[in-house]
């Protein structure tokens, strides 16, 4: 089969590499879509410690039920579209015990871990498969909107302890897809403002062009007055880091109002993560922070609901199309910033 083989960071070779075949408890797949994540690209530009090359990254898959294994629940019938779920727990510790997969202390993953979806099939574990993370899809769904199910997932992931609420004032820092998801969420949920902040016009631009909400471009200026000049002066109920940028953890705090919840969804850079914040602030204003990682499979079979409603604009998310051979151009692409969801068709 053709796969995107990783030797390492900037050297994804396509070449031809032995088709996968389930053993007792695994299902193999045919690749149909796998989008690309920021973490993809992280990995292709830097390299990551659970990333051994040679081996196949990609997580976002969307697949064909191609091959079950003895043993493989009927459900999984040969023939049936799915999307997966990165994360294997281990399946026995405290977290996986309460079925918090994402949490659990040893887990391991599809594209990281395990070959991933940039190739023409894949195989899925047995302890992955016997968790559940293979999950049908509607026959008719397009394959491009399955792709946006686990970037999705993990958004719903984060709004879950953000709680938005019909009138709540919303703040998302960070225009890239996972920006764009949450503005998307908020808005649904009935939020009466939702702004979103970033440093690139460009990216701004789809915010508006998709009717997610109002844009504040920060680049060069004070973010914290250029966003309450935007916001009429008001404060916000919401507020979300959606980009890797430390100081704007430190902005979402100063812009809250009392009672607020903020999101620290998007992780920082590891050699410098520590925050000086003024935690007096938190405490007599009752603000609530939080954190979040990946998703569980709960979170998942949410995304499939809302990727099915036509009010939000799935179908436009996806901007960038590559097939398999021209993997290091979507590469390219997503390291240059530009446009919001990239996906390989792996056909
Ligand atoms: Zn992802
Ligand atoms: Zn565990």
Request: aromatic share 8%.
């Amino acid at each position: 089969m053709k796969a995107a083989v990783y030797y390492g960071p900037r050297d994804v070779r396509v070449e031809t590499v032995p088709r996968p075949s389930a053993g007792p408890g695994e299902v193999v797949l045919r690749v149909r879509r796998c989008s690309v994540c920021g973490t993809d690209k992280r990995i292709f530009t830097h390299g990551q410690k659970n990333v051994v090359p040679p081996t196949i990254t990609g997580h976002e898959i969307v697949g064909t039920v191609h091959e079950a294994g003895s043993g493989v629940d009927a459900e999984i019938a040969i023939g049936m579209n799915v999307v997966v779920a990165t994360v294997v727990g281990c399946g026995k510790c405290i977290y996986c015990r309460r079925k918090q997969y994402n949490l659990c202390d040893s887990f391991t993953a599809l594209g990281y871990d395990y070959a991933g979806g940039f190739a023409e099939y894949v195989k899925i574990p047995a302890a992955a498969v016997a968790q559940g993370n293979i999950i049908p899809i509607p026959p008719a769904m397009s394959l491009e909107r399955a792709a946006l199910v686990e970037p999705l997932s993990c958004c719903l992931n984060g709004q879950e302890y953000l709680n938005a609420q019909p009138g709540d004032r919303a703040l998302v820092f960070g225009a890239g897809p996972i920006g764009l998801m949450h503005a998307a969420i908020l808005k649904a949920r009935g939020c009466s403002l939702v702004i979103v902040t970033d440093v690139s016009d460009e990216r701004l631009a789809y915010v508006r062009e998709f009717g997610l909400g109002q844009t504040v471009n920060t680049a060069g200026g004070d973010a914290v007055a250029m966003i309450l000049e935007a916001a009429g002066g008001e404060k916000f109920d919401i507020a979300l880091t959606a980009n890797s940028v430390k100081s704007t953890q430190a902005a979402a705090l100063k812009l809250v109002r009392k009672k607020a919840r903020v999101s620290f969804f998007a992780g920082i850079p590891k050699d410098n993560p520590v925050l000086d914040i003024d935690t007096n602030a938190i405490h007599y204003n009752e603000i609530s922070v939080f954190g979040c990682f990946a998703s569980n499979l709960a979170h998942y079979h949410q995304a499939l609901e809302m990727v099915q409603r036509d009010d939000i604009p799935w179908d436009r998310f996806v901007t960038h199309r590559f097939k398999l051979d021209d993997m290091v151009k979507a590469f390219a692409v997503m390291e240059a910033g530009q446009g919001i969801k990239t996906v390989i068709d792996c056909e």
